[in-house]
């Protein structure tokens, strides 16, 4: 039998017959492609489509699906599709090709210039706002946990606090030391090689200082932390998630809030001020010691300009902002993880977005206690 006569196409009055016939398997995949193709473009203002498969002698899952797939486009285009002739012997095939989605996934139309503009401004909008709204359910289911603890403090999991505060505190002081370390010393050499050309080379003292203390040192520290802390429990949750050990800590009446979640960013509130001083310490260390070799300036008199040049304030600006930026990236990780769902690729993705809303909520919340010590005066 040859390939063209396994589909003959007969246009009507309004309506469109196709008359199937031969063997419709996997062997004549070639063949039998491009006359589906040719049928689905035939006249688009047709009506009604008869599919008749009563000269069929073979068919298999192969020739079921194309058919199927025939009546499924023409029925997404409104036009009423029909099968007749069908053998009984090919029912059950049938039955199970069409126990699959019934209706295909509309075209999308691709949209060019403002309009797709908008429309990719609207859901970025829409995601921001959906993002925010699950921030303050999770902010406030944190609230009622915590009150619950403190009205009842023998069921705080003291030890999880402990072992979260040697994982995000204890085992991050190395790298946080390496890298504020080389930060504060990054900031005096550029500081001296600039400075240097207004014989101002004194000057830097009173920059590293005072960036330091109220800016890099807290900022530095909190974009590591999200990047390390912050991804380590969205993968942590997320995981759990995907076990559905969340869903059973739901059924043993136990609330994941208050076991999972509460623990962990506590652990960041204590965490992140202790870091945050130590990195400054660091920074500051490595700035008077590139000041020494590089610029020439005695550790006294660097000393001496550090103690003229700063105030307790300065410092306490860095440190007030510490605990806010660390309930943000425990607030964004958590939430993140918990919304992982049942794949790699959904943990790989949530994990991603954690740490980059991490790091963008931190520089907001910087700029905006920037502005406020700025219209107070400190």
């Known amino acids: 039998m040859t390939a063209a006569s396994l589909l003959s196409v007969q246009v009507n009055s309004g309506g469109l017959d196709l008359a199937a016939s031969g063997s419709w398997t996997a062997e004549h995949a070639r063949a039998l492609e491009p006359q589906i193709e040719h049928a689905s473009r035939v006249d688009p203002s047709v009506r009604r489509i008869v599919v008749d498969v009563t000269q069929v002698e073979r068919l298999d899952t192969y020739g079921a699906w194309l058919i199927e797939r025939t009546l499924r486009v023409w029925s997404s285009r409104g036009v009423e599709a029909e099968l007749v002739g069908l053998s009984g012997r090919y029912n059950n095939l049938f039955k199970k090709v069409r126990a699959g989605q019934q209706k295909l996934t509309p075209e999308k139309h691709k949209r060019t210039g403002i309009v797709a503009t908008l429309e990719s401004v609207g859901r970025t909008m829409t995601a921001v706002g959906s993002d925010l709204f699950t921030i303050f359910q999770i902010a406030g289911a944190l609230l009622v ?3 619950s603890i403190v009205a009842h403090p023998r069921r705080f999991r003291f030890t999880s606090l402990i072992n979260h505060l040697e994982r995000v505190c204890w085992n991050a002081v190395p790298i946080i030391i390496l890298i504020t370390f080389l930060i504060g010393a990054i900031i005096a050499q550029q500081g001296i090689f600039h400075f240097r050309t207004f014989g101002a080379d004194i000057y830097v003292v009173d920059m590293v200082g005072v960036l330091v203390l109220r800016e890099l040192g807290v900022l530095i520290v909190c974009i590591m932390i999200a990047g390390r802390s912050g991804s380590a429990y969205t993968a942590e949750l997320g995981s759990m998630k995907m076990r559905e050990e969340i869903d059973a800590l739901r059924t043993m009446g136990f609330d994941p809030v208050e076991v999972l979640v509460l623990p962990r960013i506590l652990a960041l509130i204590i965490a992140v001020p202790v870091l945050a001083f130590i990195g400054a310490m660091a920074a500051l260390y490595g700035g008077g010691l590139v000041s020494w070799l590089y610029g020439g300036i005695d550790p006294k008199i660097f000393l001496s300009r550090l103690h003229e040049s700063i105030t307790i304030k300065t410092f306490a600006v860095g440190m007030i902002k510490a605990p806010f930026m660390a309930l943000i990236i425990g607030l964004v ?30 520089i907001v919340i910087d700029g905006l206690f920037a502005v406020f010590f700025a219209a107070i005066g400190v």
């Open 333 to 362: 990780a958590c939430m993140e993880g918990l919304q992982v769902k049942g794949s790699a690729e959904s943990l790989g993705a949530k994990t991603t977005d954690s740490v980059v809303k991490s790091i963008f909520l931190v």
């Open 145 to 147: 946990a915590f009150l």
